[in-house]
């Protein structure tokens, strides 16, 4: 299948828009869904529709199959080694913040460090703040290349056998560069730090092996890889999970409750407290079959071929800024002279196109980069080079409105 005839397995896709053609260039922020995910949540709706882990009645048992079949789904497509190790979390935010606040509260003290980098997205710089305030930890950043690309070097400064915790994105939102998460991970590892990878962005896009990277955890969400909103994953490795506590205290996760102590269900239940996020994760399992069929290698191929010819097209419009390393996937974020971005993505609005403006959620990095804010388009299997000439097409009408105003 070609992107034009993925595109038509997406209804929103099949619209107008002031007027013009939808291009949605928005999917780093959110993915459009296809009719097999929203059939597969319409049909849990309409046929299936009850609780798990409880009933002996029919479809309590279908939604059971259905919502554990979904984690045997995940399991499989990161490569993790059991479905002990698959929690269901509300998303890569939430994901974050359970290994923070359970691991990273009770494992650390004063004088440990915990490494990130400039680059993270506001869910992986955050959590890890609030850990140094709470135990005394000290939170450390490597330097970045002037590409945006890690300073491997500095890294192997920065991680000390006082660190504890080494966290980094796959691939980043805003540069589009792919991290070298195996090697970090070696490195954390050589100093018996533990290493979590953000891969909002890489699940959607690469072939994850958890295994092969040999991270310690792995959060992801399942509304960037065509999936649900409201639902994501947590990957750790069962020996943490294993010595680590909930965070979330209530039905569901409980084995023996006592009058003044309870005891936890064994993994990976103990962290899914609460009626679970049964159509989430069916729909999540739908959206891995969609993504699987067409080929996680021609997803990774095809997106990383749409960046290097959006990053060509627009550098032959002049004032144009580009951000990040040559070797981009999946996204480009830039610039125009003075044009404020949000004017960018206004003006791109009135001709149907989607992009996103602002600091995207990691305003360490606009520092870095020495701006308030950029535009940003970003791509998956559904777009194709004619979107991207639509962009371009935009951008020159924004510039010459622009360039008439001031
Ligand atoms: N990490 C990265 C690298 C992200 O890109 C995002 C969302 C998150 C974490 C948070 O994911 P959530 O599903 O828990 O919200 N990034 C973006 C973005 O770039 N534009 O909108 C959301």
Redesign the pocket.
């Known amino acids: 299948m070609n992107a034009k005839e993925i595109k038509q397995l997406f209804p929103i896709l099949n619209q107008e828009v002031n007027g013009h053609p939808l291009v949605y260039l928005d999917s780093?922020?959110?993915s459009q869904k296809p009719v097999q995910v929203i059939e597969a949540l319409d049909r849990y709706y309409r046929e299936y529709n009850s609780n798990v882990h409880r009933g002996v009645h029919t479809l309590g048992t279908h939604a059971t199959d259905g919502y554990e079949g979904a984690r045997e789904k995940v399991r499989s497509f990161i490569n993790a080694s059991s479905t002990a190790e698959v929690i269901f979390t509300?998303?890569?935010?939430?994901a974050?913040n359970t290994v923070a606040s359970s691991y990273g509260r009770s494992q650390l003290t004063e004088g440990d460090e915990i490494v990130i980098t400039p680059m993270e997205?506001h869910?992986?710089i955050i959590p890890w703040q609030q850990v140094a305030k709470a135990t005394g930890a000290t939170l450390k950043y490597v330097k970045l290349h002037a590409d945006g690309t890690i300073d491997l070097n500095d890294l192997e400064e920065v991680i000390t056998t006082n660190t504890k915790i080494v966290s980094v994105?796959h691939?980043?939102?805003?540069l589009g560069v792919v991290n070298p998460v195996k090697e970090i991970a070696e490195m954390a590892h050589r100093k018996d730090a533990i290493m979590i990878v953000?891969g909002?962005?890489s699940a959607p896009h690469l072939n994850v092996d958890v295994q092969d990277l040999n991270c310690d955890f792995f959060a992801f969400?399942a509304?960037?890889m065509c999936g649900p909103t409201g639902i994501?994953v947590l990957y750790g490795k069962k020996e943490l999970l294993e010595k680590m506590e909930p965070i979330e205290f209530g039905g569901e996760m409980i084995d023996f409750v006592g009058l003044q102590d309870s005891t936890w269900k064994e993994l990976p239940w103990k962290f899914e407290g609460g009626t679970p996020i049964i159509a989430g994760a069916i729909g999540l399992g739908a959206a891995i079959d969609f993504l699987e069929e067409i080929g996680l290698d021609e997803i990774a191929r095809h997106d990383h071929e749409l960046a290097q010819y959006a990053a060509e097209r627009l550098t032959d419009i002049e004032g144009m800024a580009i951000y990040g390393p040559k070797q981009r996937t999946g996204l480009v974020t830039f610039n125009i002279d003075d044009v404020h971005p949000h004017d960018v993505a206004t003006v791109l609005d009135t001709e149907g196109i989607a992009v996103?403006a602002g600091h995207?959620?990691a305003q360490p990095l606009m520092k870095w980069l020495d701006v308030t804010a950029t535009a940003?388009a970003s791509f998956y299997l559904y777009n194709t080079k004619e979107d991207i000439d639509a962009l371009v097409a935009g951008l020159v009408k924004a510039k010459e409105y622009f360039g008439d105003v001031f």
Not at 171 to 174: D, E, G, K
């Open positions: 780093a922020a959110t509300r998303g890569t935010t939430t974050i997205h869910s992986n994105m691939v980043s939102n805003v953000d909002a962005q969400s509304h960037k994501g996103r995207h959620c940003r």
